[in-house]
């Protein structure tokens, strides 16, 4: 079975998104704040997690209609990055509060979360568990952290990085990815005991590093796509110019990405848009909106071949 490899590149776009080309539609988050980590855990429940631009409480969003309600659930940081759910019942979330690196847990699905500090003065920006113990979470500074007692401690493995690792996945238990700024992949082969440099292609933040197996269509936007292990990369539309942040899929066909200014888009295509009955793609539901670039306001510019002729922008 072929493995796809998806690199979720978070892009400031100084040209316009054609939408026509969208297999996206958006979903009422009832936030404008940036999300920046969404994961389901079936088909109908799944968590959002973002920051704060009040710095007051980080939101934590909760859906189990498959994304179309979502309401929100205490949260004891004011900047989450990243989500991640065990089982039905134990998830956690990475992020910051007042400089420090926290991780949230919960037990009761969501209903509760305790903090865990970690020792770093940078935020923490991705969390991914292999297992019920055994899990991981990287920092501003390119540090990756380790835990097997299920987080009550966690401990730094060298990864090799000196920017920011803005995501973790792993394919299996032992073969894991990281990638961040200014392109930059990291994989390891022990399951994260030791990290090695990757070559991306690209010079722009990645903001996700995503495993689908067999997956045979892509979704769209200001996503990355390969088929052939990264050697090459394409693109497709979301029809929305803001920074999305995070992208998962519960099937093959069915997939959420969540960015700035509260957006949170659905497809059930895969991303490919659908067609008319004169065979053109039909008009896109998707609002444009203004990119904002918190909390990386590098500006990047797109090094793939765009999938329509930005002439007609």
């Known amino acids: 079975m072929k493995r796809m490899f998806w690199f979720f590149a978070a892009v400031t776009c100084a040209q316009c998104v054609n939408a026509q080309s969208s297999g996206w539609v958006v979903l009422p988050s009832g936030t404008t704040n940036p999300l920046m980590s969404v994961y389901f855990v079936d088909a109908d429940t799944g968590y959002a997690v973002g920051e704060d631009e009040n710095e007051i409480s980080a939101p934590i969003l909760k859906t189990t209609d498959g994304g179309a309600n979502w309401f929100t659930q205490p949260a004891s940081a004011t900047r989450l990055y990243s989500v991640f759910f065990v089982d039905a019942q134990t998830g956690f979330a990475a992020g910051s509060s007042d400089d420090a690196g926290v991780v949230l847990k919960t037990t009761n699905g969501g209903q509760s979360w305790s903090m865990q500090i970690i ?33 009550a401690n966690w401990f730094e493995v060298p990864s090799g990085a000196i920017e920011v690792l803005a995501s973790i996945h792993f394919a299996n238990p032992t073969i894991g990815y990281a990638a961040g700024e200014a392109g930059d992949v990291r994989k390891t082969t022990n399951g994260g005991s030791n990290w090695f440099g990757l070559t991306s292609g690209t010079t722009n933040w990645l903001s996700a590093v995503y495993f689908v197996a067999g997956l045979a269509s892509g979704s769209g936007g200001a996503i990355l796509k390969t088929t052939d292990g990264g050697n090459t990369w394409f693109s497709q539309s979301s029809g929305t110019s803001s920074w999305l942040r995070s992208v998962f899929f519960v099937d093959a066909t069915t997939g959420y990405a969540v960015g700035d200014d509260g957006v949170i888009l659905k497809t059930t295509t895969g991303g490919v848009a659908a067609i008319d009955d004169k065979g053109s793609a039909a008009k896109p539901v998707v609002e444009l909106r203004q990119n904002y670039p918190n909390p990386f306001n590098s500006r990047a510019s797109i090094s793939f071949v765009f999938l329509f002729n930005p002439r007609s922008c």
Do not use: E
Not at 142 to 151: E, L, V
């Open 119 to 151: 020792v770093t003065d940078m935020g923490l920006t991705s969390v991914y568990f292999t297992g019920a113990s055994t899990g991981f979470t990287a920092d501003g500074d390119g540090r990756i952290y380790k835990t097997t007692d299920s987080g």
